[in-house]
């Protein structure tokens, strides 16, 4: 229960400034390791874990699609939008109800389903091809005295590949030369551990000599528009990813060499595992099958956008590259600046965020390939269709005949009926439909509702943005209950055990604070 108390609190904080699947995004391989290295099941926390990232980020106008479609629709309709923390008051009386159901209660209702994942993330279950690069330290050492660094990093050393031969039997006593390729044998850390310990690099990368001599001066594009990374040389560093393959993946029945993953994508293969297995095959001729479990470097790693577009589900994330204080401190003050900015109403937040994304890519924070594949384009265009459906819902009368069928419903009650019962039709429709289409539909429905019964329409506004967020329920209301359902192994119905209590203490919760906050 403190474990799952913990991680609900850390999501849902972070998800108040961060939009809940990004959020989300960023704390699932947390969340596995940290499973795996406890041995409970992942499923145990990950549901837990997305809907705490849900009820975060209703505390503010940027943690939630919702709540930004709600202050856009306040604008077009009432004349102003919603400000940065105008959601804060009943936003985080919602979360903590709902935080503290989640971890006392809730996470019990959660079925323990086996981490099929963990078989392939097993100790020394990945196999590696190093290259010793030219300025490495390891130059003119003999590979028995690479000994201390690979039982500090709990790496096997198993082969010497030189001149395209493989030595087992003498591996120990050769003296290592540039461009010879270590095979090793160990876990994705202690891989990483092993080449920054050891100099070495991914073996795909040539030598900065045999690629010159190899390759005419002029700089050939790749298909995706980058230069051929051999001519550029190899980063400085480099991330290791553990990625199981979907599938879809264009990787299905193809190998890396085929693809030509390196200079495509800069995405570089180093191990592959398969149903806990290690093989004994050149890792960049061998056939790609759906489940398989990567060991993946390069810059193209880095990119989640580029994991996504390869069919790729990046489980466990090691970083390489030290630790840089003064990247995390441009990164979190530029957005903290962006943040208050449009508090104090110096810019508006938008233009904030525009500026605090221009400092990041100045400073190398970002690549600037990366600008346009970060950005969720299905999610833009889709608010680009659904907006104007939206609107001609409204301009045909459906929003008024369902605000009058409500209205006439309620007739004779207090109008706290005529909320609760809007909300509670958001809820459902959230649940079926996803929570951007609902709150398109229902935002103009609640505005005008509130005006035929002649109450504050932020009352009612404010309840759908709370009742569209609350897609508990199934795996499809809400993409970060899609985003759990294979790392967890969950099924359709396992959602509703605790999504139906949790929506409940929404709703007893979130009334009563609107009437405060937001009274008729």
Not at 290 to 308: C, K, P, V
Request: proline share 6%; with cysteine.
């Amino acid at each position: 229960p403190i474990q799952v108390a913990l991680t609900v609190c850390v999501a849902a904080s972070r998800s108040a400034f961060i939009i809940n699947v990004a959020a989300l995004a960023l704390l699932i391989p947390y969340d596995i390791q940290s499973a795996r290295r406890s041995g409970r099941p992942p499923s145990l926390t990950l549901m837990p874990l997305s809907f705490a990232t849900i009820l975060g980020g209703m505390v503010t106008l940027i943690g939630t699609p919702p709540n930004i479609i709600a202050s856009t629709i306040r604008a077009a309709r009432l004349g102003a939008p919603y400000q940065m923390f105008d959601f804060a008051p009943v936003g985080i009386a919602v979360a903590l109800a709902g935080i503290a159901f989640v971890a006392l209660i809730g996470w019990r209702l959660v079925p323990r389903r086996e981490d099929k994942g963990a078989v392939f993330v097993r100790e020394s279950s990945f196999k590696a091809e190093l290259l010793v690069p030219s300025d490495s330290a390891a130059i003119g050492r003999v590979v028995a005295s690479l000994d201390e660094e690979a039982e500090r990093a709990d790496v096997l050393i198993l082969a010497v590949v030189r001149n395209d031969m493989r030595n087992y039997a003498r591996a120990r006593g050769m003296t290592l030369q540039v461009a010879d390729i270590l095979l090793v044998e160990g876990s994705a850390d202690g891989i990483a551990q092993f080449i920054k310990t050891a100099g070495l690099q991914e073996a795909v990368q040539e030598p900065v000599e045999a690629a010159a001599a190899a390759k005419p001066a002029k700089k050939a594009e790749s298909p995706e528009g980058s230069a051929d990374e051999s001519e550029r040389g190899p980063p400085k560093y480099l991330d290791v990813v553990e990625a199981v393959v979907r599938g879809d993946s264009r990787l299905v029945g193809a190998s890396a060499k085929q693809l030509d993953l390196r200079s495509r994508f800069g995405v570089t293969l180093l191990g592959i595992a398969r149903a806990g297995a290690m093989t004994r095959e050149h890792v960049r001729d061998r056939m790609i099958l759906s489940g398989d479990m990567l060991l993946l470097t390069g810059r193209g790693a880095a990119s989640d956008a580029t994991l996504d577009l390869l069919g790729f589900i990046p489980i466990n994330r090691i970083g390489v590259e030290p630790v840089r204080p003064w990247a995390i401190a441009l990164a979190v003050g530029a957005f903290t600046g962006a943040v208050l900015a449009a508090v104090f109403g110096l810019l508006s937040f938008s233009v904030g965020l525009a500026i605090a994304v221009a400092l990041y890519g100045a400073a190398g924070l970002i690549p600037p390939r990366e600008f346009y594949q970060q950005i969720e384009w299905p999610v833009v265009v889709m608010l680009a269709c659904l907006i104007p459906i939206g609107a001609a819902f409204e301009n045909v009368g459906g929003t008024a005949l369902i605000a009058n069928a409500i209205a006439q419903a309620t007739a004779g009650y207090a109008p706290v009926v005529a909320l609760v019962a809007v909300m509670a039709v958001t809820m459902t429709l959230s649940d079926v439909l996803n929570n951007v289409a609902t709150m398109v539909i229902t935002a103009p429905i609640a505005i005008d509702l509130a005006q035929r019964m002649h109450v504050n329409p932020d009352t009612m506004l404010m309840g759908v943005a709370v009742a569209a967020s609350c897609a508990f329920l199934t795996p499809i209301g809400h993409k970060n209950n899609t985003l759990i359902m294979g790392p967890g192994g969950y099924r359709f119905a396992d959602y509703w055990p605790m999504g139906l209590g949790l929506e409940a203490v929404v709703l007893a919760v979130s009334v009563p604070m609107l009437l405060i906050v937001w009274p008729f």
